[in-house]
Antibody, heavy 115, light 105 residues
Framework: EVQLVESGGGLIQPGGSLRLSCAAS????????MSWVRQAPGKGLEWVSVIYSGGSTYYADSVKGRFTISRDNSKNTLYLQMNSLRAEDTAVYYCARGLGNFDYWGQGTLVTVSS | SYELTQPLSVSVALGQTARITCGGNNIGSKNVHWYQQKPGQAPVLVIY???NRPSGIPERFSGSNSGNTATLTISRAQAGDEADYYC????????FGTGTKVTVL
């Protein structure tokens, strides 16, 4: 059974850093496109970043230069390192398998950026 | 950047048919995917590549795509279909629609 479990969210001050994790089971992270998608409170879905199976990474303009996506193949885990956090980064962050479409999603982890 | 426009809300009587549109420039040339999201839950893929249903999704959900509009159709609507629905395409990057809240009366 495919499962994605996010962790690492919390309350952080503006300018701070946070690393999100997404532990996968039932499939191999490194063999798939893996993405992060976020949803601000009461708002729609926003794609954040993707890592290809070959290791290439891409980012939304809103996070480029501040966020870094990576994976640990030995742990079958996806990460999102978030630096220089802003209030507008407040959202539930989902990891999802895919790029063209997302067939599996985690339950999400809430990141709140506030002083 | 590419934009996808959806109606803010759609209401449907129990047992009737709901149609949710997703407008985009020449969207008919792209693969459109649809997600259902219930309150407090992660999105669920209900239609991929315009009209294909993932395993476990009822046949009541169907999709079409032509010209500048893609459509998600929910037949014989049930109370459990109440949710937000998002369309999504790939156009240099992943783009989501604005989302539609479906209410079953």
């Amino acid at each position: 059974e495919v499962q994605l479990v996010e962790s690492g969210g919390g309350l952080i001050q503006p300018g701070g850093s946070l690393r999100l994790s997404c532990a996968a089971s039932g499939f191999t992270v490194s063999s798939n496109y893996m993405s992060w998608v976020r949803q601000a409170p009461g708002k729609g879905l926003e794609w954040v970043s993707v890592i290809y199976s070959g290791g290439s990474t891409y980012y939304a303009d809103s996070v480029k230069g501040r966020f870094t996506i990576s994976r640990d193949n030995s742990k079958n885990t996806l990460y999102l390192q978030m630096n220089s956090l802003r209030a507008e980064d407040t959202a539930v962050y989902y990891c999802a398998r895919g790029l063209g479409n997302f067939d599996y999603w985690g339950q999400g982890t809430l990141v709140t950026v506030s002083s | 950047s590419y934009e996808l426009t959806q109606p803010l809300s759609v209401s449907v009587a129990l047992g009737q048919t709901a149609r949710i549109t997703c407008g985009g420039n020449n969207i008919g040339s792209k693969n459109v995917h649809w997600y259902q999201q219930k309150p407090g839950q992660a999105p669920v893929l209900v239609i991929y590549r315009d009209s294909n249903r993932p395993s476990g999704i009822p046949e009541r959900f169907s999709g079409s795509n032509s010209g500048n509009t893609a459509t998600l159709t929910i037949s014989r609507a049930q109370a459990g279909d109440e949710a937000d629905y998002y369309c999504q395409v790939w156009d240099s990057s992943t783009v989501f629609g604005t989302g539609t809240k479906v209410t079953v009366l």
